[in-house]
């Protein structure tokens, strides 16, 4: 595959670098094409390049107790990973798994180390992140602290709601009912019941692959566990 500087400029870590910064990269990395299902980096295996996704979509995957992969995030084209492994040296640890056809760019550590060291624009973008990733995981605890199953579905879908559009929230991207299963540590078929709860009392609708938040502040109650919804049980039939 071509390594045009269109793709590199759409890269989140290289998105304020000059033209001539953004050559020389391309010299440096290295395209690798991995098909549906493809295993593009394993847990507990280290890396020695930092891996940017040029086109495709990943999905991370964490391993359950008892062997099971779960789904937790995507990867999608202008995001990176795998810069911890290059800063501390440690392997990675959640697997990512190519749910589509997708292009990778490989820059090497040592590459990479030197533009953390010679660029302020990327170390910024790296900080951006880190922050962003220590936040989500004082969410998830915080998600952990709640006594009610239910509560603790309910935060995590509000931990991934966006409001790209005006007044419209959406929650997108959700990791499949077992992710959100660890994530807020019930079971599955709690996840099952909570977001049926949520539908059929009108405070999210289904819409294909997202869920539309129609009472977002019923849902932000509902996540603090401030409130619960009261499930109406179906009436018993008569014996004839």
Not at 78 to 97: A, N, R, T, W
Not at 224 to 234: L, S
């Amino acid at each position: 595959m071509i390594k045009p500087l269109e793709l590199l400029r759409k890269q989140k870590l290289l998105a304020n670098l000059d033209e001539s910064m953004l050559i020389q990269i391309q010299r440096d990395i290295h395209v690798q094409r991995f098909e549906r299902r493809q295993m593009v980096a394993r847990h507990g295996v280290g890396c020695d390049s930092l891996m940017m996704l040029l086109h495709g979509r990943l999905q991370v995957v964490a391993l359950a107790e008892d062997g099971r992969e779960i789904d937790l995030d995507f990867v999608e084209p202008g995001d990176y990973f795998g810069e911890l492994s290059i800063i501390d040296g440690q392997p990675g640890s959640v697997s990512i798994v190519a749910v589509a056809d997708s292009y990778i760019g490989f820059l090497p550590r040592h590459k990479t180390r030197w533009l953390f060291h010679h660029c302020p624009e990327v170390i910024e973008e790296v900080l951006q992140k880190l922050c962003s990733t220590i936040r989500q995981a004082s969410n998830q605890r915080s998600v952990l602290g709640l006594n009610r199953a239910y509560s603790r579905v309910y935060a995590v879908l509000m931990n991934t709601a966006k409001n790209p559009t005006g007044h419209l929230v959406t929650i997108e991207n959700l990791p499949n009912q077992q992710g959100i299963a660890v994530l807020a540590n019930v079971s599955r078929e709690t996840v099952s019941r909570a977001i049926q709860a949520l539908v059929n009392t009108g405070i999210v609708q289904k819409d294909y692959s997202r869920l539309i938040v129609r009472k977002p502040q019923i849902l932000e109650k509902l996540a603090k566990g401030e409130a619960e919804i009261q499930v109406r049980k179906k009436p018993r039939e008569k014996a004839a």
